[in-house]
């Protein structure tokens, strides 16, 4: 069992960065592949970034790309989202969810993922 504990949301001006934090429990972090995901009020829930569980392999989605990256401290368990100029529509509720696979392949769909945290907000403004 993994519990997922997020951190580091808020409110922040458009062109501003923020960086979420998610740490881990359980002495297996390292062997999980570890995504993001958002959503927005009245939409569904979207894969942001993930990382594989060696940290060699990464995939964003076509909206972030360029903005955000995503990186992992397997001594820390934590995995990190760090987002650089920020627009209105990344205002959402992000969730980190653990994948329990050695796949070198980064998971997109929410199935694929095993676990997930309860979601910090952010909150972008004009």
């Known amino acids: 069992q993994v519990q997922l504990v997020e951190s580091g949301g808020g409110l922040v001006q458009a062109g501003g960065s923020l960086r979420l934090s998610c740490a881990a429990s359980?002495?297996?972090?390292?062997?999980?592949?570890m995504g993001w995901f958002r959503q927005a009020p009245g939409k569904e829930r979207e894969f942001v970034a993930g990382?594989?569980?060696?940290?060699?392999?990464?995939s964003f989605a076509d909206s972030v790309k360029g903005r955000f990256s995503i990186s992992r401290d397997n001594a820390k368990n934590t995995v990190y989202l760090q987002m650089n100029s920020l627009k209105l529509e990344d205002t959402a509720v992000y969730y980190c969810?653990?994948?329990?696979?050695?796949?070198?392949?980064?998971?997109?769909?929410?199935?694929?993922?095993?676990?997930w945290g309860q979601g910090t907000q952010v909150t972008v403004s004009s």
């Open positions: 359980g002495r297996t972090f390292s062997s999980y592949n």
């Open positions: 969810a653990a994948a329990r696979t050695y796949s070198t392949v980064v998971g997109k769909r929410q199935y694929e993922y095993d676990y």
């Open positions: 990382i594989t569980w060696t940290g060699g392999t990464t």
